[in-house]
């Protein structure tokens, strides 16, 4: 059993920060800060892991006083609409992920590695409510030395996990996630309070590539991921990068 706690800060913007009224056509401003929890079990055919979270959306997660704290520091011009933001509201989140380790697709060609394993994953709670499913191709050498690729947070646990002691290794990634969303917050707005919010679309599917190096004691991961649109009126969807690195004691 592995066990992480990570605490998390998020922020949400329209396309349009110079606006000062509300945007129906575009995301709404949100914070979100929180404190998660992740357990895991990992053997030869399968991974579980189950993610549990509690956390504040609204202005008490202080997403203005961040952005702008930052935007006054770089000298770009602060986000003017945050007086239209979510508002205050306690959030909790369960989420489950399963990965089969016993069918995963292995090949072997010269000194290059290469396997397929597929996932599923759900989630429920006030935060948002969704199921997915989807896979990852790897390609590279030392495949075994973790279970797959660091995911854009909110990640599960053991997607920053390596094995320590089993040489280094290296791979790049290409994997695809398809879920069906029932309800997100920082969509649909406030679960119990009137706030702004726009038309969600129901279906959403993320493609991601990237590149982990692995050692005995260190790991580095970069995430590239290609995003749909998530609701109605958006122009495209959205593109973003993240870069990790773990270390193992």
Known sequence: MHVSVSLGHEIYTPDDIDAT??????????????????????????????????????????????????HELIDVDEAAGWDNQLQDEWVVSIAYEKKWLDRAWRRQLSFM??????????????????VGLGGVLR??????????PPK?????PLSQYHLPDTGSGWYFFLGVDARYVAQNIFLDGNNFRSSPGVERKDFVADLQTGFVWNTNRFR?????VVRTREF?????GDVFGSLSMSAHF
């Open 21 to 70: 009224e509300p945007l129906p056509d575009q995301r709404p401003y949100a914070g979100y800060a929180y404190l998660a929890t992740g357990f895991s079990s990992a053997n030869d055919d399968e991974i579980e892991s189950w993610r549990i979270s509690l956390g504040l959306v609204g202005p008490g997660a202080k997403a203005q006083y961040v952005q702008n704290t930052v």
């Open 113 to 130: 590695e290469f396997d397929f394993i597929p996932h599923v994953n759900a989630a429920i709670g006030t935060l948002n409510n969704q």
């Open 139 to 148: 390609a590279g050498q030392g495949l075994r030395k973790d279970y797959g």
């Open 152 to 156: 854009v947070r909110p990640s599960m």
């Open 220 to 224: 580095l991961g970069y995430t590239y």
């Open 232 to 236: 109605e009126g958006q122009d495209q």
